[in-house]
């Protein structure tokens, strides 16, 4: 959870009246370190700029053009990665398929 901006401010004021990183850290209750971090930068992050590392683009798309009613686990198997890996990786490229219940993989009926 993050703080309020307005607190934020109100720290950062405090520390410009002359009160001590170590002072406001123990009156507010927070950490030194962040207060540290606040004055370097007031607004929190709203987006994590991180680049797909392990799985490209390009080898998922495949995966799912050639094995389109694959499990994450066993995209993941092929892939080298992990099963949450490769669910992340597959909403970053807006591929959402719900799963076809006539495919081979289903058990058959137990009433037969």
């Given at each position: 959870?993050?703080?309020?901006?307005?607190?934020?401010?109100?720290?950062?004021?405090?520390?410009?009246?002359?009160?001590?990183?170590?002072?406001?850290?123990?009156?507010?209750?927070?950490?030194?370190?962040?207060?540290?971090?606040?004055?370097?930068?007031?607004?929190?992050?709203?987006?994590?700029?991180?680049?797909?590392?392990?799985?490209?683009?390009?080898?998922?798309?495949?995966?799912?053009?050639d094995y389109p009613d694959s499990?994450?686990?066993?995209?993941?198997?092929?892939?080298?990665?992990?099963?949450?890996?490769?669910?992340?990786?597959?909403?970053?490229?807006?591929?959402?398929?719900?799963?076809?219940?006539?495919?081979?993989?289903?058990?058959?009926?137990?009433?037969?």
């Amino acid at each position: 959870m993050t703080y309020s901006l307005d607190f934020r401010k109100q720290v950062l004021k405090s520390l410009a009246n002359g009160m001590t990183f170590a002072e406001a850290a123990v009156f507010y209750d927070i950490s030194p370190t962040t207060i540290q971090k606040w004055k370097k930068r007031l607004h929190s992050k709203t987006t994590r700029n991180v680049t797909a590392r392990k799985i490209t683009d390009e080898a998922l798309r495949k995966d799912v053009e050639d094995y389109p009613d694959s499990y994450h686990y066993e995209r993941a198997a092929r892939l080298n990665c992990s099963a949450s890996g490769i669910c992340e990786a597959l909403k970053r490229l807006g591929i959402s398929k719900k799963k076809d219940l006539r495919t081979p993989k289903r058990l058959p009926d137990k009433k037969s």
